[in-house]
T-cell receptor
Framework: DAKTTQPPSMDCAEGRAANLPCNHSTISGNEYVYWYRQIHSQGPQYIIHGLKNNETNEMASLIITEDRKSSTLILPHATLRDTAVYYCIVRSYLRTDKLIFGTGTRLQVFP | ETGVTQTPRHLVMGMTNKKSLKCEQHLGHNAMYWYKQSAKKPLELMFVYNFKEQTENNSVPSRFSPECPNSSHLFLHLHTLQPEDSALYLC??????????????FGPGTRLTVL
């Protein structure tokens, strides 16, 4: 079973920041937070991951709370091509081959 | 393009047919995966191969038979499937369990319909 909770859907206006929340209250010390997304009819795509510090790359930023029980993925300037299902996944660095997907958040970016 | 290709992209088969799905990765990775995505359900991990050895079988029925002849190729052999096996079958690859990130790269999937 997935160890994360995400809202089933969100909307965002094009050009605005999309903030996608994720709860992972049972996360353990050896688990990272990963984000993937799946655009319709394509395979999932890695976005970003983090342990306890905030992370940023060319696609997004990841904000992890100090207690690590929740996180937020930020797409700073959403475009129509960012419409997808976003998956928040916790994964142990001891079992990096175990990627357990939940139901994710369906983000709809509108013009 | 993710560097992971899958063929065929679409497949329709009867319950008595035998068919195979093929996956190839051009990334020099050592781990390969099969996932199943049914309508309105999360992706389910089916099999994991590390350095050509199977390290995970997630209670998959024997009518699905994986084969990994080398680190670049992965097959899923199908026989006597059921209509409920209709789904999107996704292949992925990654560097391997020894790496800290082990980001998985996914192929576009094979859309399978069992009649």
């Amino acid at each position: 079973d997935a160890k994360t909770t995400q809202p089933p859907s969100m909307d965002c206006a094009e050009g605005r920041a999309a903030n996608l929340p994720c709860n992972h209250s049972t996360i353990s010390g050896n688990e990272y937070v990963y984000w993937y997304r799946q655009i319709h009819s394509q395979g999932p795509q890695y976005i970003i991951h983090g342990l306890k510090n905030n992370e940023t790359n060319e696609m997004a930023s990841l904000i992890i709370t100090e207690d690590r029980k929740s996180s937020t993925l930020i797409l700073p300037h959403a475009t129509l091509r960012d419409t997808a299902v976003y998956y928040c996944i916790v994964r142990s660095y001891l079992r990096t081959d175990k990627l357990i997907f939940g139901t994710g958040t369906r983000l709809q970016v509108f013009p | 393009e993710t560097g992971v290709t899958q063929t065929p992209r679409h497949l329709v088969m009867g319950m008595t047919n035998k068919k195979s799905l093929k996956c190839e990765q051009h990334l020099g990775h050592n781990a390969m995966y099969w996932y199943k995505q049914s309508a309105k359900k999360p992706l389910e991990l089916m099999f994991v191969y590390n350095f050509k050895e199977q390290t995970e079988n997630n209670s998959v029925p024997s009518r699905f038979s994986p084969e990994c002849p080398n680190s670049s190729h992965l097959f899923l052999h199908l026989h006597t499937l059921q209509p409920e096996d209709s789904a999107l079958y996704l292949c992925a690859s990654s560097q391997g369990p020894q790496t800290s990130v082990d980001e998985q790269f996914f192929g576009p999937g094979t859309r399978l319909t069992v009649l």
